[in-house]
């Protein structure tokens, strides 16, 4: 296992248009978590599954956000409609219970 | 209030000084905190976790949590140039929230 994998790596896209990501976590890690990072900040908070359940949502996921995990395997975070402010690092952890967090290398999104 | 605080610096020091990063929280209910490391362009890496009250070493790195000030640090000694990163302090929960990170740069 080669840890968790983001895909892709950057996404360079026009303002308006829908953007999708990929999230392969640790086989074995049945927690999914995505954050978002921008220059100088932590990353924030964005939402989580557990399996193939999404168990809870920040309210900074707006309705032009939508996160699925089907089969609880890997999982996809969509934006439509992008924004300028929708730029930034995208990332993606798995863990599972007594485990710390792993995180993925980020999609780092720039939406012109 | 942000769940978790912390000085954004950013610290600069020369090799071989302790270095103490320094984060609070404002829920005395949290038992977990974590430090992690994030190198320019790349994902935060897990340094250490503690549970509740005390100190945990692990090589030249120590964590350390005073739940009576909701106090979290984590100390560097002999500091070297390749410790230049960001340190971000979280707590844990069924999801993490972090704070916003210490830049910190180790000259030779």
């Known amino acids: 296992d080669t840890g968790v994998s983001q895909d892709p790596r950057h996404k360079i896209t026009k303002r308006g248009q829908n953007v999708t990501f990929r999230c392969d976590p640790i086989s074995e890690h049945n927690r999914l978590y995505w954050y978002r990072q921008t220059l100088g900040q932590g990353p924030e908070f964005l939402t989580y599954?557990?399996?193939?359940?999404?168990?809870?949502k920040s309210r900074l996921l707006s309705d032009r956000f939508s996160a699925e995990r089907p089969k609880g395997s890997f999982s996809t975070l969509e934006i439509q409609r992008t924004e300028q402010g929708d730029s930034a690092m995208y990332l993606c952890a798995s863990s599972s219970p007594g485990h710390g967090y792993t995180f993925g290398s980020g999609t780092r999104l720039t939406v012109v | 209030q942000k769940e978790v605080e912390q000085d954004p610096g950013p610290l600069s020091v020369p090799e071989g000084a302790i270095v103490s990063l320094n984060c609070t929280y404002s829920?005395?209910?949290?038992?977990?905190f974590m430090w992690y490391r994030q190198y320019s362009r790349k994902g935060p890496e897990l340094l250490m976790y503690t549970y509740s009250s005390g100190n945990k070493e692990d090589g030249r790195f120590t964590a350390q949590v005073d739940k009576s000030s909701k106090y979290i640090s984590l100390f560097i000694r002999d500091s070297q140039p390749s410790d230049s990163a960001t340190y971000l302090c979280?707590?844990?929960?069924?999801?993490?929230?972090f704070g916003a990170g210490t830049r910190l740069t180790v000259k030779p």
């Open positions: 599954f557990q399996n193939e359940a999404q168990l809870e």
């Open positions: 829920n005395s209910a949290f038992q977990y």
């Open positions: 979280a707590r844990g929960s069924n999801d993490m929230r």
